[in-house]
């Protein structure tokens, strides 16, 4: 890390916090620039712990089988999901929470199945517990646990697993 980045890690978002304080206060009087200028310099310096490591893909051409089972799934749910709000009570759904033990511990590959989940009509990332790698789901047509358990693990986290972990 050069002198420069230790000292000024984002020069953009220094600036930006200038630009931000300048405006707020409605004044570029000299007082106000240095004391943006102050805040634009400690505040990212201060920030530089929050930034996470960079994400360690390790095979990249998965990520494109993986965008398109996605897309697919996303267009299913959204016609499973259609069919039990427009067929009222002619279909009877059941909702329900379950838990989906993970071997997926890569933070970047459980933040891309948090959004592939919470995407997907008809399923909601509830919670998950780091310590015993449980993953607790909501399901708007939970009929058969082990039917969102093999396609959570079999199609996203096997996928996941292979970008992100091996």
């Not at 998950?128 to 079999?154: A, C, F, M, P, T």
């Amino acid at each position: 890390m050069t002198i420069a980045r230790r000292w000024v890690p984002m020069p953009l978002m220094s600036l930006f916090l200038l630009a931000m304080w300048l405006l707020m206060n409605q004044t570029v009087a000299f007082a106000h620039i240095l004391l943006g200028a102050a805040l634009g310099l400690f505040l990212p310096w201060i920030m530089q712990s929050l930034i996470p490591d960079r994400a360690r893909v390790r095979r990249p051409w998965v990520i494109v089988r993986l965008f398109f089972r996605v897309l697919i799934d996303i267009v299913k749910s959204n016609i499973a999901v259609a069919r039990i709000v427009l067929g009222g009570k002619e279909r009877a759904s059941h909702s329900g929470f379950m838990y989906i033990p993970l071997e997926l511990k890569d933070p970047y590959g459980l933040a891309v199945l948090s959004c592939i989940i919470t995407s997907t009509p008809g399923t909601v990332w509830v919670e998950y517990d780091q310590e015993n790698s449980r993953l607790l789901i909501h399901v708007l047509d939970l009929q058969d646990e082990s039917v969102w358990l093999d396609s959570i693990k079999g199609r996203y986290e096997s996928l996941l697993r292979e970008i992100f972990e091996s």
